[in-house]
């Protein structure tokens, strides 16, 4: 038998303390809600693919607290830093915290629980992607006293067959998004038969989906869809089943956020130079930072949008860019028209209505009071508001782009078409007891989208009268 | 045993093992609730988990990738069978909508037997080769649920917890209940695990950790000791994996991925892979560092990285990188080594288990 | 002990698990010849209709064009396989060191190699190849090999020496470090962008090859004309493997570290300095982790989270190949690359949703078996 000796008494002795510290620690009652204070959390990415931005949604969610809730920024070149004084309905607005994900559900699921319940948030900002959206969806579904507003997701599944009543998306889902790019691929580039190469999840499905539709609807023809897994290694056995381009008219790319770049290199080294008559992409061609990495090898090309309509000359639009100017400058790289920063702007300004009719009540008379239109900055029509529609999701507009090099030599999008008044349902192909967005889903048919024949051209970043033919 | 022969070390064991009892059981009348629905919760259902590592890395002498797997395996299994498709309902997998007691059943047999196939497989090879091809069955895993979309794809099932046993009832809403059926489920595994090891198959498998060769030539059959092992920590992990299902809601190919094993492996060495206490310890210590660290705004080691959450990533590797410097055997040594005598010195430890052996 | 010693199989039993173990690998031989044949004769163009011999291409008889090209591309992309893994064999061969790291310093060397080849263009923009010179991309690979050789040397002279023997707790230490620096790439890299959208954050930046690489190089064989860039990438797979080869086999520093991979302690034990063996192994091999990043960002791009990719490929190259030998890397990047590319494009479409897009798990299965029949690997030798 050992006797204890000095030097162990002494661990021990640290070991006591450690665990008296967390035991003060866990009684300590952090979750319980103080009266007159609303909690709100911001949920972005912070690592992997979407983790640059981290900053980008957190200024844009700050900005619309600090115009329309009194915040005062810490550090306005750092959102992160924080941001005080945020009133709304007759109380404090308090942001316990930011959640940082990593594009994957079993973290969006760990952060959603540490921020609603370690930090005790009663609403959610957030999410960033489309999977993460999936599974707070459903948390939100088990939570209905929480108010969830999305971030800046892209899948489907959120506001359609899983639609919680507690959450709400004021922008569109990735195929909204793409509304109208087939149209220009028709109409502007005589495409009739196209391929198709999306990522294998929601999101690539869905923002594929979007792309499908709208080029079948107008009468086109998807003749191959090839899906890379995510996280290839190799994307040039992927390329290769590709249509060589003397056998399609062109290629739609779903491909994204890092594998783009890699992508489109594999099949310069199949099929020979990018020629960007031939490739239409989704944002992920420009946003991101693709502009930086992507753009500079498609530049002509055609691209979905983002919901946003950069350059565009409306006083709305301009209002809004000035807003966000005054609170963080250089947020996002003075590019205010992405998604990342406008979403999540637009997202903590309906919370902050929401608050103000509610009188700063949470729970269900925050989500009867959540705003059912939002003079968002980017809208044009149904009198410059985004409407929700039964299901809490965003009915906008939409701008599809075109790469343009700048005078600078830097490339970026411009606004080449204005696509009124999206829907989530894609004129009834998509509704919630619709098959998702899946590797067959949905199937190429011509039919007719509410938007179709009424997508006019933008030029200058003026929306003309004319109608795109 | 008899009482008197206790060591200092066994009597203060008890005593803790028994206080630590105690405050578990009544953790929920005083703990605020995050603390017990997630924190102590999840410590329970990873401790779980990772007890399967550590029973097969301490009786069988193989370290092993694929328990995060095998739960993963399990939570899809019962989320495939227990969840019902259509409007209100779950979107992906096959949404069986079978009765959730079969599904339980069902996913731990399915979990086992699965185990039992990667055992067969992989209980040829030991140490560092069996590392490695466990790791290849948990790239399957993880691969396999993400491409074949009917049963998982990338997003995984959801809303699992909607669908528990009636004779188990709502465990959104009560979440006190998962508590304690963690709690329960945890003990049970320990002491089944305990008891498995004085079993004569039990004192037969820590025979084939030490001396392989030996135990075959006096007749054992060593593969299929280690492949029962196997099948014995799949079963494990696949109670690991429905109180995961249950706890989460939502089990996706990310839960398997080679990030989700390694956080695994590193709650069970910092608990120490020779104690199968270790497990829960460590979950314990991993848990709470992956929630408080980010809290701690430690001077000088933010290294320019609080752009990006605080890089509490950094942080949590350089505690890891301490615990296994200074102890090999996680907390569980150190706590050992508190009741050696003489100097600390490295030469003395034992080096973490034999797995690291290129035996075989 | 006395209940299951009287489960020794008798010699009838023993005989009979014997022929029971051959019906297995005779199923695998059969499964094996079957591919071939499949890709090579029986694989029919697809027409749209759902078959079990509908393929993209058919088989080599159909279109000789695709199956050059895919043969092409599995080679080169084994190529950049071996480059990185070759690294980790090195490493494992002589030490036993699994380094879980090997991804890390693949992911860190990218991106320092970007900031170099970006500071030298000048641009912080894409490059197109004809704005890239030999020289713009052999300084940026000059620069971080050499870097993270001295990473490598720096982990493993402080961390990893006193602790020799120990495999498991080596492979531990090298998952904390592989943790710390990936998390400091996310806070670090990439520092070159102009704007501050896309700084820091780990996002996806890709090097260039060097003008002159970008064009197709006619083959003068079923009408193929195939990337320079890749042939040049297979060039330096070979450099590098023939290069290794001499440096182990027709050096006294690469017969030192060959004797200690077959017995350390008696290498030892003959008054070599072992350590200084151990310290340049490492150090080379760290440095080839770097290379490998190289080439790939240049062929492909790099971006956080890759580097559990990298570690995953360098291991499934290494475990298969047979640990510890520059021919197992060889040989099992080559298995590797052969089955993945192969398998992408030659599984049927059987139907909406089948099989293609199962092409990595097929992959993986195959390495299971391959692992089933031979624990030790290819070109291992048994434990």
């Not at chain 1, 998004?177 to 196209?194: C, F, S």
């Not at chain 2, 779950?90 to 599904?103: A, E, M, N, Y």
């Not at chain 2, 498995?196 to 006096?218: C, Y």
Request: aromatic letters at 10%.
């Amino acid at each position: 038998m050992r006797r204890l000796n000095l030097r162990s008494w002494k661990t021990a002795a640290v070991l006591i303390v450690a665990v008296a510290g967390l035991t003060v620690a866990a009684t300590t009652s952090l979750a319980a809600s103080k009266a007159g204070v609303v909690k709100v959390a911001i949920m972005t990415d912070c690592k992997l693919a979407f983790g640059f931005a981290y900053e980008p949604d957190i200024g844009g969610a700050q900005a619309a607290f600090a115009q329309y809730a009194h915040g005062k920024a810490v550090n306005k070149k750092k959102p992160s830093a924080g941001m005080t004084g945020i009133t709304a309905g007759g109380k404090d607005i308090k942001i316990v915290g930011y959640g940082c994900g990593n594009d994957t559900v079993p973290l969006a699921v760990t952060e959603t629980k540490r921020l609603m319940e370690q930090l005790g948030a009663d609403v959610m900002v957030g999410p960033l992607s489309g999977d993460e959206a999936v599974s707070v969806a459903n948390y939100a579904k088990a939570h209905p006293t929480k108010t969830f507003i999305i971030g800046t997701a892209g899948s489907q599944d959120p506001t359609m067959q899983i639609a919680p009543k507690n959450m709400f998306r004021y922008h569109g889902d990735g195929a909204q998004w793409n509304a109208g790019i087939g149209e220009i691929a028709y109409k502007k580039l005589k495409w009739r038969k196209a391929a198709i190469i999306e990522d294998d999840y929601s999101f690539g499905w869905t923002s594929a989906a979007g792309m499908i539709a709208d080029f079948c609807a107008v009468g086109g023809n998807i003749t191959k869809r090839v899906f890379p897994p995510l996280n290839t290694t190799d994307y040039a056995p992927f390329v290769r089943q590709l249509p060589p381009p003397n056998q399609v008219d062109g290629y739609f790319s779903a491909v994204g956020g890092t594998g783009t770049s890699a992508m489109l290199k594999a099949y310069e080294q199949s099929y020979g130079k990018l020629d960007p008559k031939k490739w239409i992409g989704n944002l992920f061609f420009s946003f991101l930072g693709a502009d930086k990495t992507v753009a500079p090898k498609v530049v002509g090309s055609y691209i979905g949008g983002f919901g946003t309509g950069p350059g565009l000359k409306t006083a709305q639009a301009k209002a809004y860019e000035r807003k966000v100017a005054a609170i963080y400058p250089g947020l996002n790289g003075g590019n205010f028209a992405d998604g990342f920063v406008y979403n999540y702007y637009n997202a903590a300004w309906a919370l902050v209505q929401g608050l103000q009719k509610s009188g700063g009540a949470l729970g269900a008379k925050l989500q009867a009071a959540m705003p059912r239109t939002l003079r968002a900055g980017y809208q044009v029509s149904n009198g410059g508001l985004v409407k929700l529609d039964s299901r809490r999701q965003a009915i906008q507009d939409q701008y599809e782009l075109q790469l343009v090099k700048n005078a600078d030599g830097s490339v970026g999008p411009t606004v080449v078409a204005y696509v009124p008044g999206v829907d989530q349902s894609f004129g009834g192909l998509f509704s919630p007891s619709s098959p998702p967005p899946g590797r067959t889903q949905p199937a190429c048919k011509k039919q007719k989208t509410p938007w179709q024949g009424k997508i006019k051209v933008v030029k200058n970043g003026v929306i003309t009268k004319q109608i795109l033919k | 045993m008899n009482p008197r022969a206790w060591t200092t070390k066994q009597q203060l064991e008890r005593g803790m093992a028994a206080v630590t009892i105690v405050i578990a059981a009544l953790a929920p009348t005083f703990l605020n609730a995050n603390w017990t629905n997630n924190i102590l919760t999840e410590t329970f259902l990873f401790g779980l988990a990772a007890s399967s590592l550590i029973f097969l890395s301490a009786y069988g002498g193989m370290v092993s990738l694929a328990q995060t797997a095998l739960a993963g395996i399990s939570g899809i299994i019962l989320g495939n069978i227990v969840t019902q498709g259509g409007e209100g309902g779950v979107s992906k997998g096959l949404h069986l909508g079978w009765d959730p007691t079969l599904g339980l059943v069902l996913a731990i047999l399915g979990t086992t037997a699965i185990g039992l196939i990667f055992g067969m497989v992989a209980a040829r090879s030991a140490g560092i080769y069996f590392l490695m091809i466990t790791l290849t069955f948990s790239v399957i895993t993880t691969y396999f649920l993400g491409q074949v979309t009917n049963i998982s794809g990338f997003s995984g099932i959801s809303s699992i917890y909607r669908f528990t046993p009636s004779w188990i009832g709502d465990l959104v809403g009560h979440p006190n209940r998962l508590y304690y059926i963690a709690f329960g489920v945890a003990i049970f595994a320990y002491l089944l695990i305990r008891y498995i090891v004085r079993t004569p198959f039990g004192i037969t498998l820590q025979g084939v950790r030490d001396e392989p060769v030996r135990m075959a030539s006096l007749g054992y059959n060593v593969p299929l000791h280690r492949t029962l092992a196997f099948g014995f920590a799949a079963f494990l992990a696949s109670l690991a994996g429905i109180l995961y299902a249950w706890w989460s809601g939502t089990v996706a190919p990310g839960n398997v991925d080679l990030p989700e094993t390694i956080n695994l492996l590193v709650m069970a060495v910092i608990g120490g892979l020779v104690r199968i206490e270790g497990a829960w310890v460590g979950a314990f210590a991993f848990i709470v560092m992956r929630d408080y660290v980010r809290d701690f705004n430690v001077p000088g080691l933010s290294f320019g990285g609080t752009l990006f959450g605080g890089s509490f990533n950094t942080i949590i590797g350089i505690i890891f990188l301490a615990i296994v410097l200074v102890s090999p055997d996680g907390l569980m040594g150190l706590w050992g080594r508190l009741f050696q005598s003489g100097p600390l010195s490295r030469s003395k430890q034992r080096s973490a288990p034999q797995a690291a052996d290129p035996v075989g | 002990m006395s209940a299951l010693a009287a489960r020794i199989p008798t010699r009838e039993q023993l005989g009979s698990y014997l022929t029971l173990r051959k019906a297995p690998l005779l199923v695998v031989l059969a499964l094996v010849v079957f591919a071939f044949s499949y890709v090579l004769f029986i694989a029919v163009p697809g027409t749209g209709a759902y078959s079990w011999r509908a393929t993209t291409f058919g088989s080599a008889v159909h279109d000789p064009g695709s199956f050059i090209r895919i043969t092409l591309d599995s080679v080169t992309f084994a190529a950049a396989l071996f480059i990185v893994s070759s690294g980790f064999a090195l490493i494992f061969g002589l030490m036993r060191v699994v380094n879980m790291a090997h991804g890390s310093f693949y992911l860190l060397g990218g991106y320092i190699a970007y900031e170099i080849q970006q500071t030298l263009t000048g641009q912080g923009f894409s490059l197109q190849g004809t704005e890239v010179n030999t020289w713009e991309w052999l300084i940026p690979l000059v620069v971080a090999a050499p870097c993270i050789a001295v990473v490598g040397l720096v982990t493993q002279q402080s961390f990893l020496r006193w602790n020799q023997g120990q495999e498991l707790r080596q492979a531990l230490i090298t998952i904390a470090i592989s943790v710390i620096i990936a998390d400091q790439i996310i806070a670090h890299f990439p520092r070159a962008a102009s704007s501050g959208a896309q700084r820091f954050g780990g996002s996806a930046v890709d090097l260039t090859w060097p003008g002159w690489t970008d064009r197709f190089v006619n083959l003068h064989v079923a009408g193929v004309s195939y990337s320079l860039a890749k042939l040049v990438m297979l060039g330096i797979g070979l450099a590098v493997g023939i290069g290794l080869w001499l440096w182990l086999y027709r050096t006294k520093t690469g017969m030192i570290i060959r004797a200690g991979v077959d017995d350390q302690k008696m290498t030892a034990a003959l008054g070599v300095n072992i350590q200084r063996a151990f310290a340049i192994a490492f150090a080379v091999g760290s440095a080839l982790a770097a290379l490998g990043a190289v080439v790939w960002a240049s062929q492909s791009n790099i971006s956080s989270g890759q580097d559990g990719q990298w570690l995953l490929n360098s291991l499934v190259v290494v475990i298969v190949g047979g640990m510890g030998s520059i021919f197992g890397a060889a040989a099992g990047a080559i298995l590797y690359a052969f089955v993945a590319d192969f398998s992408a494009a030659y599984l049927p479409s059987a139907g909406p949703n089948c099989c293609g897009s199962y092409s990595i798990i097929f992959t993986f299965v195959l390495i299971a078996l391959v692992l089933a029949f031979r624990p030790q690997g290819l070109f291992g030798r048994p434990g």
